[in-house]
């Protein structure tokens, strides 16, 4: 098995790498004048399982193109098995078409990732919620893996808990929520929320108890970290002790981490699926152990 490491994974392709025991070739990569890339992958791929890391966080597009010109270039070069490992799944959100005449973004990207030869896909805690699952929009294998219980674990093995209990800010967040709760046998609840705006939501609390216990507040993505702060402050006001921030995707914009800092979280962590300051817990083992 050879890891390739996209540009936007190098670190976590990285750690893979070192969990798997196996080579590791970053590619060369490199920006004409009128903005094409060019790609190459110094390594002798013939035969060979390989298995290409690329999150397609911002730049999306570029990250995108990147993603397919390795999967485009292994193939030609007689790869064996091709896996492509995109963590953060860009164009996930436009999973249907909302008003007539719009692209179905998330399925116009499966078809390119498809037609250039991969094997099976693997995703981390996508964001798509109107789908019943990724094989639906691959006819090729594919998984979403999830990292709440990882983001579980981080809080464990670094604080000591009152109570915990663990929230998602809306109806979408339930899922994480319940894999974080069960990874810690502890109770867990999700909230309801109304986006009023891009940057703007309104979040209402459902019935659990908070009072005199530690939180953490799971989501997929803090982005404007408009949601977040919502759901902090209200876990607050209902009486909870400390209140811990987590999201498995850092697509952090603008000053969204001072928010969710000043609306009272004790810390803010993230997984590596992008790099970012916060992203303190890797998804490498999971990845490995899908991969493997
Ligand atoms: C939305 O459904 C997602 O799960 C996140 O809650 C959302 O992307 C977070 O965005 P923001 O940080 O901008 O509120």
């Known amino acids: 098995m050879l890891i390739v490491a996209g540009s936007a994974s190098s670190k976590l392709a990285e750690r893979v790498a070192k969990q798997l025991k196996c080579e590791l070739t970053k590619p060369e990569l490199k920006r004409f004048p009128d903005g094409e890339l060019y790609v190459r992958i110094p390594a002798d791929i013939k035969g060979e399982d390989v298995a290409i890391i690329q999150s397609t966080c911002y730049p999306p597009n570029q990250n995108y193109m990147e993603l397919f010109l390795l999967l485009d270039a292994a193939r030609d070069l007689g790869a064996e098995e091709i896996t492509a490992i995109i963590?953060?799944?860009?164009?996930?959100?436009?999973?249907?078409?909302?008003?007539?005449?719009?692209?179905?973004?998330?399925?116009?990207?499966?078809?390119?990732?498809?037609?250039?030869?991969?094997?099976?896909?693997?995703?981390?805690?996508?964001?798509?919620?109107?789908?019943?699952?990724?094989?639906?929009?691959?006819?090729?294998?594919?998984?979403?893996?999830?990292?709440?219980?990882?983001?579980a674990?981080?809080?464990?093995?670094?604080?000591?808990?009152?109570?915990?209990?663990i929230i998602g800010p809306d109806e979408e967040a339930e899922r994480w929520a319940m894999d974080a709760g069960e990874a810690l046998d502890a109770d867990w609840d999700y909230m309801i929320k109304k986006?009023?705006?891009?940057?703007?939501?309104?979040?209402?609390?459902?019935?659990?108890?908070?009072?005199?216990?530690?939180?953490?507040?799971?989501?997929?993505?803090i982005s404007t970290g408009e949601t977040m702060v919502?759901?902090?402050?209200?876990?607050?006001?209902?009486?909870?002790?400390?209140?811990?921030?987590?999201?498995?995707?850092?697509?952090?914009?603008?000053?969204?981490?001072?928010?969710?800092?000043?609306?009272?979280?004790?810390?803010?962590?993230?997984?590596?699926?992008?790099?970012?300051?916060?992203?303190?817990?890797?998804?490498?083992?999971?990845?490995?152990?899908?991969?493997?």
Not at 153 to 165: G, H, I, T
Not at 233 to 239: A, D, N, S, V, Y
Not at 247 to 269: M, N, Q, S, W, Y
């Open 230 to 292: 919502e759901a902090i402050k209200i876990t607050k006001r209902r009486g909870a002790r400390k209140i811990y921030a987590a999201c498995t995707h850092a697509v952090i914009a603008g000053d969204a981490l001072e928010k969710v800092r000043k609306a009272g979280a004790e810390d803010i962590f993230a997984t590596d699926t992008i790099e970012h300051e916060i992203s303190k817990v890797s998804v490498a083992s999971l990845i490995a152990d899908a991969i493997h």
């Open 87 to 151: 963590p953060y799944f860009a164009y996930a959100r436009q999973d249907k078409r909302f008003k007539g005449g719009e692209a179905v973004s998330l399925h116009t990207v499966a078809k390119l990732i498809e037609s250039v030869g991969t094997n099976r896909v693997f995703t981390v805690d996508m964001h798509a919620h109107r789908i019943g699952g990724v094989q639906e929009i691959f006819k090729i294998p594919a998984r979403n893996l999830t990292a709440a219980p990882l983001l």
């Open 153 to 165: 674990n981080y809080l464990v093995a670094n604080y000591q808990l009152e109570d915990p209990v």
């Open 195 to 221: 986006r009023l705006g891009p940057k703007e939501v309104e979040i209402k609390p459902r019935k659990l108890e908070v009072e005199g216990r530690d939180a953490m507040v799971i989501d997929d993505i």
